[in-house]
């Protein structure tokens, strides 16, 4: 082995502790480079718009850029964050004063789903031949638990959200911080990203665009889209006075993202308890009235934002926030299906590379 291998292995070794190094001290603040960077996706063509507008030459344009940025990066996170508080502040109400009715209702009802229970556990007892009988369970008292465990669980969020106030006033900041330097010197930045990444660099730019209409189309196509139907549904849920109404609207949001069912996982059976309890015309009319204003909204908005920007099957879309989200926590909503995309992509340019043409189009 001569010299110069041991000079390779060894500034080879060097590099590779000192990026681990890199990539442990930047770890901790991951979350807050990721928002930076998708807000900074969105806002910036606005931001740009808006500077062609004004001096852009000398002191004076610098000075401008400067103060546009900032204001740009503190309202566009005020914005988002007051809309969070607001909205974290009604759920806990309306969750708190939901599972509170339900069990009112359940204690002043003992006699309520007696007589549906046990006929379902005959039904089960004669369909398994003896083999299952579900007349032993207390499914009532099971209920009553789990709502006292729901409301004890929701009062321990609630405390550990108070606690870290201060770390979450802290986390905001250093977003506000890096969305300005993000705007300011966005292009400095993707540059540096360049030079320092071992790839060619019309390969970095097409990863770059592919990050961009991602960003843009899943907030347009699927995040935008989701908000729009929980916010028809929601006033609907308030019009039709179903209790909990916001807290129905938030996981109906989330239900938007499963294909074939949708939104109609939570206003099906909402409109069917209506009918069951009594209100059959108010029942019908509410099921019509999702299903036009939020369920076929969904074909309508989807498509027209999209605009098959993002060819990729509702199933694997699915599944990438889904699996996202169990990993990255709320970050996976967005993460998930970016990295299955930005995977098919790398795929694509290595098959490119290699002088492969493999017959698939879902990344184009």
Known sequence: MNGKTIQTGFFFLIFLLLFLAVVRIFTPFFTVFLWAALL???VSPLYSAVLKKLPNSGRLGALVRSVMAALFAIVTVLIIISLIVWIGVQLYHQMYGLLKNLRMYLANNPDFLSKELGQFSLFIKDLTLGQIDLSSLNVKAQIQVLLSSSSQKLLQVSTSLVKNVGSFLAGLAFLVFTLFFFLIDGSYLFNLLVRVIPIKKDYIMQLAIKFKEITQ???MGYILVALVQATIAFILFTIFRIQGALVFSIVLFFCTFIPIIGAGTIWGPLGIFKIVTGDVVGGIVFLILSGILISMLD???????LKDRINLHPLIIFF???GGVSVFGLNGLVLGPMIVILFLTVLDLFFVEHGMNPE???TN
């Open 320 to 322: 990438a926030i889904l």
């Open 360 to 362: 698939r189009s879902d």
């Open 40 to 42: 900074y996706v969105l």
């Open 299 to 305: 074909n309508l908005l989807r498509p027209l934002f």
């Open 217 to 219: 189309n899943l907030f």
